[in-house]
């Protein structure tokens, strides 16, 4: 016998078969492969372009915020306004957009303009709604605007948010000063007793006691009078 396959076995061998198919599939099907190869060379291209877009986009409006930031601290709020109002039309969906809207609302609270304030603070209560950080100081920023519109019952409602995420500790008591004060300022003096008389008995809190004592025995003396 010899070790050398015939021309018949080379023909059955299905190595061989699937090598010479798949030669001939090639051979027939070259600019359909070519193309396929070239398509993914432009989605590949295609890809790299737009994330390099976001990125650059995100750069751009990254330092839009910072250089707004630094107007507000340096009291420059009609440059900080102009500078958040480019960023925001301009790049409103990236991080540092949605970060704008928060500084926004600061920048026309310390304007006095608080019904605009109301509006980019609720803008971003929205954005920040799963933020416990970002979403909180949203949140007292409305409620500080509403307060300073005389919208006092709306005030007491984000204050109640507010107090709702406080657990225990120093901020749930000053959480709980703040709705007692809207709610007297909204006509709720009873409610507001109530949270007064809960804080004057917080061994936990000596200060938070202590002004509590104080606000009830106006209360008392408003009352008697």
Known sequence: MTDRLSKQQLKEDPLMKTTADAADFARHHSRLLLGAAVGLVVLAAAIYFVQSGAQRSSER???MLADA???FQQGALDPAATRLEE???SAG???????GLLLYGDVRYAQGRYQDAVGYYRRAVDTFKSDPVLGMAARRGL???LENLQQFSEAASVHEELLAAQESGALRAQAQLDLARVLLRAGESARAMAIYEE???NPDNPMAAQEALLRIAELKAAQAG
Do not use: P
């Not at 969906?93 to 970060?99: E, L, M, R």
């Open 143 to 145: 409620a500080a605007s």
């Open 87 to 89: 960023l925001l039309g």
């Open 61 to 63: 409006a990254a330092g």
């Open 69 to 71: 930031r630094a107007d």
């Open 93 to 99: 969906g990236t991080v540092s957009g949605k970060q």
């Open 199 to 201: 804080l004057s008995h």
